[in-house]
């Protein structure tokens, strides 16, 4: 499947287009556009210079490195976030610096990746009685940990 991508101008970066970077990767590494720093405990959206036509009927979800994440106190704040068909805009991706200090992320900066998925479309029917489970309504931590 091939997907449009619109690149957007930036203060002078050449914007990369997502890619895999390796065979077999199910996301495509995606960089950020603009040099960005992110005090300690606040977030911020990070550009990516890039607009996409999504196809309808699918997201492109944006998700973590495992890199990023192992050796750094950023975070990906709405992880998994979304995409929608019906966006134009800009792709951004909000980052939390949940550390103490300051972190600058680089123009270029593999920052996060992206997932084609396909969502299926669905409605919802008011009921007064769900059917029955095993579970029922035990929630967190109900399986234990063993």
Do not use: C, W
């Amino acid at each position: 499947m091939i997907i449009q991508v619109k690149v957007e101008a930036t203060s002078g970066h050449r914007i990369q287009m997502p890619q895999y970077t390796r065979d077999g990767d199910a996301g495509m590494d995606v960089r950020a556009a603009e040099t960005v720093t992110i005090s300690a405990k606040k977030t911020e959206v990070i550009p990516l210079g890039f607009k996409v036509a999504v196809p309808a009927g699918f997201e492109l979800q944006i998700r973590p490195r495992s890199g990023v994440s192992l050796n750094t106190n950023l975070r990906i704040a709405n992880s998994p976030g979304t995409i929608d068909s019906n966006y134009r805009g800009v792709v951004g991706v909000i980052v939390e610096n949940t550390g103490r200090k300051p972190v600058t992320i680089q123009a270029g900066d593999r920052i996060a990746q992206i997932v084609l998925n396909k969502v299926p479309e669905f409605n919802m029917q008011r009921v007064d009685k769900l059917d029955d489970t095993d579970r029922g309504e035990n929630g967190f931590g109900s399986s234990g940990i063993k």
